[in-house]
């Protein structure tokens, strides 16, 4: 192991090393360890352990076997804020653990809360309906009369930013109900204040989405291998995320019916960037979308742009991009955001057919109630055979080089969207559009629909001129050329890509 910390913060899309933290709060979000491990062999095995105050295990992260590589980054975390550790403080112990014996120890100390005999939440409950208005309950002890519910969210930056401060239609010393006028699909924490300004330590809730099902046939056994929370990387945007893995069948369907957007960009396993691989997005009509990560190249079923309903086959699970786990970290990544970029922010959701998960629950073996007639990918890729998907475009391109290509957009559509995908970090390449008017659709231009600095980069133009449109990739960094791949909901009218240099 070349270097090792702990930290509140860490980068999901390099290996640079975090600045180093030893004392976390009850109320932080998690702690994190971070290490580096060179020269690794295939066949060697890593497991992260989490120790509590009194020895014991809280929590592990499996790696089980690695592939071979000059330099692998690996980051664990634990989770505390709503979680047992805020209330286990103390000198903690996180340690790695390869082929058997300890790599490394770290210890850190979660503070105390000072007790107070303020109030101490201890769970949020609601009715799960999704409505305008909602009632929730807020449980725990010393609620006072003239106690104020709070509602907040985590900021990206730390810390939490405050929604709302209610008075409770009720209150007990135990208990508390409160009325808000809807809250989307999210997670939030609950605080509650006492008349005298006591504060109790903030505790997570969430809105789900609903409506889905497991991305897995009907009748097929598959293994959760990490939920929301999840210690091995379901945090920031994937903190709500399931990864599933195959144990006999292996193919994904849809959680929900929508409109596909496929991206197989012909990856493999990837342990220099951390990227999602080939990936499909469905846009399911309501401002949700799922996403189904990791997927195999060369399985797609379904073409960009085509309906498909819950339940139908899309691809086979895979470990295209970064991957690590047992037989070579074959699995799905599936996630719900708002937005249509695969690396948007992920908010909650539910399995019908898992009614019961709970969350940071371990591995778990799980059979889908997912039925479709259109379920499986071995028929269905004979039908997909030979189709090649409409609008959708790859290629290389160095520092300072540009590529382009045409799309035709038809009268009366309503959006147009696309797609920038590669394997490599936000920065290395830049999209741009040309109307047919000549407006310049870029970060520094018209920025109408633009995802930001997001791997992928997308714009979404709604009511776009109708005609022919140019669309551009710019290399920005990188020593060698990054095979990239587009995908647009615009026609392709058969023009021939060009590539041209820019000095």
Request: charged fraction near 15%.
């Amino acid at each position: 192991m070349q270097d090792s910390r702990t930290s509140t913060s860490v980068s999901d899309q390099t290996c640079v090393a975090p600045k180093a933290v030893s004392v976390f709060q009850p109320v932080d979000r998690q702690a994190f360890v971070w290490f580096a491990a060179l020269q690794v062999r295939a066949g060697d095995q890593l497991r992260v352990e989490w120790l509590d105050p009194t020895g014991a295990v809280s929590t592990t992260a499996e790696y089980g076997e690695l592939p071979t590589a000059g330099e692998l980054c690996f980051t664990s975390q634990l989770p505390i804020a709503g979680f047992a550790p805020a209330s286990q403080p103390g000198n903690w112990t996180v340690r790695a653990v390869a082929n058997g014996s300890v790599a490394f120890s770290r210890t850190f100390s979660i503070a105390p809360t000072n007790d107070n005999g303020g109030p101490v939440v201890t769970s949020v409950t609601w009715s799960g309906e999704r409505t305008q208005e909602i009632d929730f309950t807020v449980h725990g002890k010393n609620f006072l009369p003239g106690s104020l519910v709070l509602i907040a969210q985590y900021a990206p930056a730390g810390g939490w930013k405050y929604l709302a401060s209610l008075q409770p239609r009720s209150a007990g010393p135990n208990q508390l109900l409160v009325h808000y006028a809807g809250l989307p699909v999210n997670e939030y924490l609950v605080i509650v204040e006492s008349p005298d300004q006591r504060m109790s330590r903030p505790m997570p809730f969430l809105i789900a989405a609903a409506g889905y099902k497991l991305p897995t046939a009907a009748g097929v056994p598959w293994i959760i291998t990490q939920g929301p929370y999840g210690t091995f990387s379901h945090w920031g945007n994937s903190l709500h995320a399931f990864d599933i893995a195959p144990r006999s069948g292996s193919c994904v369907v849809a959680m929900q019916a929508g409109i596909a957007y496929t991206h197989d960009l012909g990856l493999k396993q990837d342990h220099r960037h951390h990227s999602f691989g080939n990936y499909i997005t469905i846009d399911h009509g309501n401002g949700e979308f799922s996403h189904y990560a990791h997927l195999a190249t060369g399985t797609f079923v379904v073409k960009n742009g085509e309906r498909v309903e819950q339940g139908q086959a899309l691809a086979t699970a895979g470990n295209s991009g970064y991957t690590l786990g047992e037989g070579g970290g074959y699995h799905v990544h599936v996630s719900v955001t708002r937005q249509l970029p695969i690396s948007s922010s992920s908010v909650p959701f539910q399995f019908e057919d898992l009614p019961d998960w709970t969350r940071g629950a371990g591995y778990r073996t799980v059979v889908s109630m997912n039925e479709s007639a259109l379920c499986d990918c071995r028929s269905r890729r004979a039908i997909a055979s030979g189709d090649s998907a409409e609008g959708q475009f790859s290629g290389a391109v160095s520092v300072e080089q540009w590529w382009s290509d045409i799309v035709s957009v038809e009268r009366g559509s309503k959006m147009l969207d696309v797609t920038l995908s590669w394997a490599g970090g936000p920065g290395d390449l830049d999209l741009h559009l040309m109307s047919p008017s000549g407006r310049h659709y870029a970060a520094y231009a018209d920025s109408t629909g633009y995802s930001g600095e997001t791997n992928p980069k997308s714009f979404r133009v709604p009511n776009p001129e109708v005609g022919l449109w140019r669309i551009s990739v710019q290399g920005m960094r990188g020593s060698t050329p990054i095979n990239f791949g587009v995908e647009t909901s615009g026609s392709k009218p058969g023009s021939k890509s060009q590539l041209r240099a820019s000095r």
